[in-house]
């Protein structure tokens, strides 16, 4: 299935706006704007002002962006910036994150394979159905008053949302992708809300750059799997990381490990902080599902686990049936020797392993990576 590019330039409400005037039925479709009227509590008007003066403070450029992005779709900022806080709002709701009407619209696996001959980071984008139409963006952000900092990336987003939150590569050779955790415990609304921080991402230099922002106070709202490649020259591979995070009164609480092992895989779910969060039947199936079959040798065996539909209530390419309330959107594959992004909309499997875009990767590399 062909996936939707295009190239954006300009500051950050000139490029947001651009991306919404252009996609600005997909946007307005993946939003049921009556449901949000009727969900308006004093409550959330609360925690909506809260995060959003803090991801002023933190983020003014991306508040801009979020701000071109409801002019040009014609959708009321209020209502992108509730997309931007589902998690944070699902969270304080304490309730399940999986139970009916409360899901916060993400679930994702992540693939890593890494035996020399190959390396390879594929993520699928799990998400509802109604935000299932993405497309994918190349953009020049151009240094403005809130953003001296020039940015040149390629991601792929979801409708209404920013980039970072699915997967991208910037040209300083960082490739990042997510896992939403679904944190328990979470009662303040003053830290910055991940999805902004996500954002972010796409803007480092380096795997410390990475890490400083993700540090920088008063810290990450809820929890978090980022996933980080950082390029080394064309076709020579890449060094990938696994960054956990999760929220305290104190800050964000991070670790950071490489990966080593020839393939790993990350779900919704932590494998080394020991913060308490949910764990839904999706993550522990899918995880299951993939010890159960062969370590891949190459794209293609990549590309057939996140093709498998062999657990019918909870497979790994979802289908957004009952029970599971989530639909594979996506998938993109970095393969740092090939130096592509491959972007697939449908299941591969059943086109072939045709993508729908494949973007070129050279001459993203970092220029003096320290890492």
Do not use: W
């Not at 939150?165 to 910055?192: C, D, E, M």
């Not at 230099?205 to 980080?228: C, F, Q, R, T």
């Amino acid at each position: 299935m062909a996936v939707p590019m295009i190239f954006v330039r300009g500051t950050n409400y000139e490029v947001g706006y651009q991306i919404g005037q252009t996609f600005k039925s997909r946007i307005q479709d993946a939003f049921d704007l009556p449901a949000l009227k009727k969900e308006d509590t004093p409550k959330r008007r609360e925690v909506y002002s809260a995060y959003l003066e803090i991801a002023k403070a933190a983020y003014p450029h991306y508040i801009e962006e979020l701000q071109g992005l409801s002019a040009g779709a014609d959708i009321p900022f209020e209502y992108l910036f509730l997309g931007c806080i589902g998690t944070e709002l699902t969270a304080l709701s304490g309730e399940p994150p999986f139970k009916d009407g409360l899901h916060s619209g993400e679930g994702c696996t992540d693939l890593i394979l890494n035996s020399g001959q190959q390396c390879i980071l594929a993520h699928s984008e799990d998400t509802t159905l109604d935000v299932s139409k993405g497309y994918v963006i190349q953009a020049h952000i151009l240094p403005s008053k809130s953003n001296p900092r020039e940015e040149r990336f390629t991601a792929y987003c979801n409708p209404g949302t920013l980039p970072g939150n699915t997967f991208g590569v910037n040209t300083h050779g960082l490739v990042v992708t997510g896992n939403v955790i679904f944190q328990k415990g979470i009662t303040s609304y003053n830290s910055i809300p991940r999805r902004f921080m996500s954002r972010a991402l796409l803007s480092a230099h380096s795997l410390e750059d990475v890490v400083e922002i993700i540090k920088k106070p008063p810290g990450i709202a809820s929890a978090y799997n980022a996933n980080i490649a950082v390029k080394k020259e064309d076709t020579d591979g890449a060094k990938l990381y696994s960054i956990e995070i999760s929220h305290s009164e104190n800050g964000s609480i991070v670790d950071v490990q490489q990966y080593t092992d020839i393939f790993s895989y990350h779900l919704n779910h932590l494998k080394r902080l020991d913060t308490e969060h949910y764990t839904d039947e999706s993550s522990l199936h899918r995880a299951q599902r993939i010890q159960q079959l062969s370590i891949p040798r190459n794209t293609d065996d990549i590309l057939e686990i996140m093709s498998d539909t062999t657990d019918e209530k909870y497979p790994i390419y979802r289908n957004g049936v009952h029970p599971d309330p989530y639909a594979t959107a996506s998938i993109g594959v970095f393969d740092f020797k090939k130096n592509t992004l491959a972007v697939y909309m449908g299941n591969p499997e059943k086109a072939n392993f045709e993508p729908g875009v494949v973007v070129n990767l050279q001459g993203y590399v970092q220029s003096n990576p320290r890492v």
